[in-house]
C-alpha cells in the first residue's frame, strides 16, 4: 500500500507528506513536485502537473512499487504578488489570469487522476483526494470576487463528483473527495489573514492532521464530496 502526495514542496504539501510518513501505514510515499524536492523517507519525484509525458513517466515510476491506496493533491494557485491578484470586480478578469490558475487548480488535478485513479485497487479501500476551497461552493458564496479562484475550485468539485460516479462503477473501494483546508499560514494565503482569528489560522502541520483525521473517516458513500478540515461537508 502506497502514497503520493503532489505538491509535496509547498507547506500543506510538505506537512502532509511528513504526517503520512509519520503513520508507518504505507511501504512507499512519493513526494511529487514541480522542483524534486527531497522530503526524508519518502521517494521524491519531479513533474508538471500539467504535462502529460511527465504525469505518464511518473505513474509508471509508481506503479512498478505497488499498489496505491492514497493519493492527494494539493498543488494549486491563488497569486503570485505581482501579475496575479484576486479580482474584486469582473472588470479586473484576464483571460491570462484564468488560464493560470485553472491549469494550476482544476486542470493539474484532473490530469494526475487521469493517471493515478488507473493505478488504485477496484475493491481495496483507497482515497483520491484534492484541495479544494470554501470559496469554490456555489451555494456559500455571498461576497462574490475572486471570479477565477472560486471558479476553478467550483470545477474541480464538479471534477470530484464525476471521478466519484465513474469509480463507483469501475473501483467501488475508491473514494474521490475535495478538502477545505482551512486558513494556512503558507505563502498562498499570506496576504490575505488579516481578518482571520488566530484560533482559525492552522500553522501546516495542524491543517495536515485535521485533514489526515477528515481523510481517515471517509466512507464510499462520501465519494464525490466536498469537506472541509473539520469534516463538515461543504455544499455545492
Known amino acids: 500500500m502506497n502514497a503520493i502526495i503532489f505538491g509535496s514542496s509547498g507547506g500543506i504539501g510538505r506537512a502532509l507528506t511528513e504526517a503520512v510518513l509519520a503513520s508507518g501505514r504505507h511501504g512507499s510515499v512519493f513526494a511529487a513536485s514541480r522542483s524534486g524536492a527531497a522530503i526524508p523517507g519518502s521517494v521524491s519525484l519531479q513533474a508538471d502537473f500539467t504535462n502529460e509525458a511527465d504525469l505518464e513517466a511518473l505513474a509508471r515510476e509508481v506503479n512498478a512499487a505497488g499498489p496505491l491506496t492514497l493519493c492527494l493533491v494539493v498543488s494549486g494557485l491563488l497569486s503570485d504578488g505581482a501579475g496575479l491578484q484576486p479580482e474584486k470586480s469582473y472588470r479586473a478578469q484576464s483571460l491570462a489570469a484564468f488560464e493560470r490558475v485553472f491549469a494550476a487548480n482544476t486542470f493539474a488535478p484532473a490530469l ?43 470545477a474541480l468539485n464538479m471534477l470530484m463528483r464525476n471521478f466519484a460516479i465513474e469509480q463507483a462503477r469501475r473501483a467501488p473501494g475508491n473514494i474521490c473527495v475535495s478538502l477545505h483546508p482551512g486558513t494556512v499560514d503558507t505563502a498562498l494565503s499570506k496576504p490575505f489573514q488579516a481578518n482571520v482569528p488566530a484560533e482559525r489560522l492552522f500553522t501546516p502541520e495542524e491543517s495536515a492532521a485535521h485533514l489526515i483525521g477528515v481523510i481517515d473517516r471517509l466512507t464510499p458513500e462520501e465519494s464525490g464530496k466536498c469537506f472541509d478540515w473539520a469534516g463538515v461537508e461543504i455544499p455545492a
Not at 487522476?113 to 476551497?133: D, G, N, T
Not at 470559496?135 to 461576497?143: A, W, Y
Request: aromatic share 6%; proline share 5%.
Open 112 to 154: 494526475i487522476a487521469k493517471h493515478m485513479l488507473p493505478l488504485m485497487p477496484k475493491e481495496e479501500r483507497s482515497v483520491f483526494a484534492a484541495l479544494s476551497a470554501r470559496v469554490g461552493s456555489i451555494t456559500d458564496n455571498r461576497l462574490g470576487g475572486w471570479h477565477a479562484y472560486r471558479a476553478s475550485k467550483a
